[in-house]
């Protein structure tokens, strides 16, 4: 009998001590699978075993939604309907799960105003949404964002960053400090209008956007409490002496060029001209150990 016993391995361990995956415990396991894909969440991790089912229908897995990489998702679910169909089928599925209560949901690219209201009616206190597509009605925007109390944070098209937009989301939900704006362009009237109706906020990106100096400058001087600029993959650049003198108070500020370095055209270190489409080394090396060093 106790040669028996000592072949045999304990309840959730391996030979050699280990334990196996699917006798971890059902909180550390759905900590776990909130950080998969919805495909997987829907159409992988049930399917291992027993305990990852179970897990897996913890409504925790089910509190950050991205739909971004619509076409993959579609495709490994097998979806076959009219794109808006499928979707919303998922993100009703999604909601449900997880009982009503999301953190965060990055929709698809064609996602609608009928999307946002849903969310506005089921899941009131999100904390963030993102939605790209530019042909949202202002008025139909500002009739849902108002319910979402404990909005956190968006990622919009620019075509609803204007006075009506903002301004509600600065009245209605006290705890905003995150803006992301989906842009080919943004001039010093877009960033005054930001830092008008938003001067509380704390983080902001603009990427792949061309950003004027002036616009980057009445950012950096209208919000006061700005800890957090990205205004990376811009085609022309605004970055001069100035603005990184501006910019040095930023726990984090990102920006490159894909161009010129904007004032920049002469190096009278290495005394050499440069082509617009190819910045000087040295002054983009001076530039930056610059900003770094008042962040040291």
């Not at 105003?113 to 089921?122: A, P, Q, R, T, V």
């Not at 704390?202 to 205004?231: F, H, M, P, Q």
């Amino acid at each position: 009998m106790e040669m028996a016993n000592s072949g045999k391995r304990r309840r959730g361990v391996l030979a050699g001590g280990r334990r196996r995956w699917e006798d971890l415990g059902i909180d550390l396991l759905a900590l776990i699978f909130s950080r998969v894909g919805i495909a997987d969440l829907i159409a992988g991790v049930p399917y291992v075993c027993s305990s990852w089912w179970r897990a897996a229908r913890e409504p925790f897995c089910w509190r950050s939604l991205d739909f971004r990489e619509w076409d993959d998702i579609s495709r490994r679910l097998g979806c076959e309907r009219d794109c808006h169909i499928d979707c919303d089928d998922l993100l009703v599925h999604a909601i449900i799960s997880s009982e009503e209560f999301i953190d965060s949901v990055h929709l698809p690219y064609f996602a609608d105003i009928f999307d946002l209201e849903h969310l506005s009616n089921k899941c009131p206190e999100l904390l963030y949404f993102s939605i790209e597509n530019p042909d949202l009605s202002v008025d139909e925007f500002c009739k849902h964002i108002g319910k979402f109390k404990f909005l956190n944070g968006m990622a919009v098209d620019q075509s609803l960053i204007c006075h009506q937009v903002l301004q509600l989301v600065n009245q209605c939900c006290e705890y905003f400090s995150e803006l992301e704006v989906f842009s080919d362009e943004m001039d010093k009237q877009m960033a005054s209008i930001i830092c008008e109706c938003l001067p509380k906020l704390r983080k902001l990106l603009i990427t792949n956007c061309r950003v004027s100096r002036d616009a980057i400058l009445t950012l950096l001087g209208g919000l006061k409490e700005i800890e957090y600029l990205d205004i990376s993959g811009y085609e022309l650049s605004g970055i001069t002496s100035e603005v990184i003198e501006k910019a040095s108070h930023l726990k984090v500020f990102r920006w490159d060029s894909m161009y010129d370095l904007g004032e920049f055209e002469y190096c009278s270190h290495c005394e050499e001209d440069y082509f617009f489409q190819s910045p000087c080394e040295c002054v983009m090396d001076q530039q930056v150990m610059e900003w770094l060093a008042n962040h040291l």
